[in-house]
């Protein structure tokens, strides 16, 4: 499967740590939109869809979370609980964001505006692209 797992530079000193996200160096492409999600809990399941021309990378700021990815063909469940690791998700990849610690803060950094067009959110619409790809 074609996603990435990012471990970033941490700058560490006794006051603490820092970690920069730069575009097109240790983000693979041009960051256009941040978002992140909080207030979440272990029942709910979010994402849920695949992008066709959007690009992402994912980083448990705070907490944890899983990533189910999907290419398709294979599924692969991704623990994310560091703030200086992030999941680089490619386009045409179904993903499904669970188990939510108390707490997590999710950030989201992508490589587009927001477009409801880019979304595929139909599992079996997804499986027809990809199989057509
Ligand atoms: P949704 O796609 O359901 O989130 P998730 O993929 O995390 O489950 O988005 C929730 C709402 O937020 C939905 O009404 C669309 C809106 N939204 C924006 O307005 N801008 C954004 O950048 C994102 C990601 C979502």
């Known amino acids: 499967m074609n996603y990435k797992l990012l471990n970033f530079k ?14 097109n160096k240790n983000i693979p492409f041009d960051i256009k939109r941040i978002y ?3 207030d979440t809990s272990p029942e709910w399941v979010r994402g849920k869809h695949a992008h066709k021309k959007l690009e992402q990378v994912l980083i448990a700021i705070d907490g944890a ?14 623990l994310l ?8 998700v ?7 964001m669970k188990n939510f610690s108390y ?16 979304y595929i959110r139909s599992y079996d619409e997804f499986l027809k692209e990809v199989a057509n790809a």
């Open 10 to 23: 941490v700058h560490g000193d006794e006051r603490g740590s820092l970690v920069s996200l730069e575009s």
């Open 36 to 38: 992140y999600m909080y």
């Open 65 to 78: 979370c899983t990533i189910v990815l999907d290419d398709g063909k294979t599924r692969q469940e991704i």
């Open 81 to 88: 609980n560091r703030p200086d690791a992030g999941l680089y």
């Open 90 to 96: 490619p386009v045409y990849m179904w993903r499904e």
């Open 103 to 118: 707490g997590c803060k999710l950030m989201v950094l992508a490589s587009d505006l927001y477009d409801e067009k880019d």
